[in-house]
């Protein structure tokens, strides 16, 4: 039998895939986003997904819950007083997770970085993949968050072994 036989017979219903590109793909059209709206950009983060921009049509769901986030957007104002319960969310959150900082008061403190209270950024306290910029951020660029988080992802490798270099 050659190909061409094969293929009609199955009809186009099977798909060969490797099992990291598999997971990968079903990741990164699922991202659960916790919802961390601390001052002003947490209107945007909300405006982001309502019906004009949508961010619905690429997975990005918002949770409740971190036990069910694989993503978590900190948008506003960062204090000491509320970063360890940032945090502690953090650690509740299943492996892999990723964190989109959003907006100048979560990236660096913002025109608040003088008060004694503001922490200098979020990656201080956990790791952060994406930067949003902006007083608040558009949006569409909280969108491009999404969309280079979601190519990060595909990236990723998890179940494939790593190749043993030969001496």
Not at 145 to 153: R, S
Request: proline share 7%.
């Amino acid at each position: 039998m050659n190909k061409a036989s094969i293929a009609s017979d199955i009809g186009g219903e099977i798909f060969l895939t490797k099992v990291d590109e598999f997971v990968n793909w079903s990741r990164s059209n699922s991202q659960w986003y916790l919802l961390f709206g601390l001052a002003c950009c947490g209107i945007e983060l909300m405006q982001t997904g309502g019906p004009r921009t949508d961010i619905d049509r690429f997975g990005a769901i918002p949770r409740a819950t971190p036990r069910q986030a694989d993503l978590m957007i900190v948008a506003g104002t960062l204090t000491y007083k509320m970063g360890s319960r940032l945090k502690l969310l953090y650690d509740q959150m299943p492996a892999p997770k990723y964190v989109i900082s959003m907006g100048s008061c979560a990236t660096c403190g913002g025109l608040f970085s003088l008060g004694y209270s503001v922490m200098k950024g979020v990656d201080k306290i956990v790791p952060v993949d994406f930067y949003v910029p902006g007083c608040p951020p558009r949006p569409e660029a909280v969108t491009e968050a999404l969309l280079m988080l979601q190519e990060k992802m595909k990236k990723q490798k998890q179940f494939s072994k790593p190749k043993q270099q030969v001496a």
